[in-house]
C-alpha cells in the first residue's frame, strides 16, 4: 500500500527551527517528485516546496531561503527544515508524491498531515 | 502566478440532486487541472486529474470537465460522504503550483 506518514510537527517560538519528516512506504521516494503542501487554520491549501527525481529543488516565495527540502534515499524519507519560522508558517504541513499526468505532475497521494505552531 | 478562482464559496445541496462547481484560471493551463476532495481533519484527496480522468477508486458520479481558463467539477447525485470543501489545482505553470480557494459543498 501507499502511503506517506508526517512526523516532526509541534509548537515552535517565532525565529526558531524545526525539521518535519515523510516516511514513504510503498514507493520510492527518489524516483518521484514530491511536494510539500500547508494549510494555515481555517484556509486553503499552499504549495511549499518540491525535490525532483534528480535531487533539485523549489520552493514557493514565502519560504525561499528559509525553508529547505530534502530526502534521504535510504530511510525513503522526505524532510523540509524550517528556519526562521514565523507565525504565518502556522499551519498543517502535508507532504505528497507527484505523479505524472498527460503532460506534467499533480499530487496523487497525500499523507495526513502535521502540524507546526510558531507562537511566544 | 497562475490565480485559481473557485466559485460559488458556498453550494447548498440537498442528498440526491447535482452539484456544479466551478473553477478560473487568470490564463490558459491547458488540460492540467486537478480538483481534490477535503474533509474537516482530514487531508485532501485527490478526485480528478487532467481535467477529466477521475482518479484511482473514485466513484463514477464525480466527473470534471473544461480546458483552458473554464473547469467543472460535477457530482451527479450527491451522497451524504460528499459533503465537504473541493479544491481545483493548477499544474500548466509551475512552480509555483496553485490552488483555488476552495468551494464549500454543504448539505441544504
Known amino acids: 500500500e501507499v502511503q506517506l506518514v508526517e512526523t516532526g510537527g509541534g509548537l515552535i517560538q517565532p525565529g526558531g527551527s524545526l525539521r518535519l519528516s515523510c516516511a514513504a512506504s510503498?514507493?520510492?521516494?527518489?524516483?518521484?517528485?514530491m511536494s510539500w503542501v500547508r494549510q494555515a487554520p481555517g484556509k486553503g491549501l499552499e504549495w511549499v516546496s518540491i525535490?525532483?527525481?534528480?535531487?533539485?529543488?523549489d520552493y514557493a516565495d514565502s519560504v525561499k531561503g528559509r525553508f529547505t527540502i530534502s530526502r534521504d534515499n535510504s530511510k525513503n524519507t522526505l524532510y523540509l527544515q524550517m528556519n526562521s519560522l514565523r507565525a504565518e508558517d502556522t499551519a498543517v504541513y502535508y507532504c505528497?508524491?507527484?505523479?505524472?499526468?498527460?503532460?506534467?505532475?499533480?499530487?496523487?497521494?497525500w499523507g495526513k498531515g502535521t502540524t507546526v505552531t510558531v507562537s511566544s | 502566478e497562475i490565480v485559481m478562482t473557485q466559485s460559488p464559496a458556498t453550494l447548498s445541496v440537498s442528498p440526491g440532486e447535482r452539484a456544479t462547481l466551478s473553477c478560473r484560471a487568470s490564463?490558459?493551463?491547458?488540460?492540467?487541472l486537478a480538483w481534490y476532495q477535503q474533509k474537516p481533519g482530514q487531508a485532501p484527496r485527490l478526485l480528478i486529474y487532467?481535467?477529466?480522468t477521475r482518479a484511482t477508486g473514485i466513484p463514477a458520479r464525480f466527473s470534471g470537465s473544461g480546458s483552458g481558463t473554464e473547469f467543472t467539477l460535477t457530482i451527479s447525485s450527491l451522497q451524504s460522504e460528499d459533503f465537504a470543501v473541493y479544491y481545483c489545482?493548477?499544474?500548466?505553470?509551475?512552480?509555483?503550483?496553485?490552488f483555488g480557494q476552495g468551494t464549500k459543498l454543504e448539505i441544504k
Open positions: 490564463q490558459s493551463v491547458s488540460s492540467n
Open positions: 525535490i525532483y527525481s534528480d535531487g533539485s529543488t
Open positions: 510503498g514507493f520510492t521516494v527518489s524516483r518521484n517528485y
Open positions: 489545482q493548477q499544474y500548466n505553470n509551475w512552480p509555483p503550483y496553485t
Open positions: 505528497a508524491r507527484d505523479a505524472l499526468g498527460g503532460n506534467y505532475y499533480y499530487m496523487d497521494v
Open positions: 487532467d481535467a477529466s
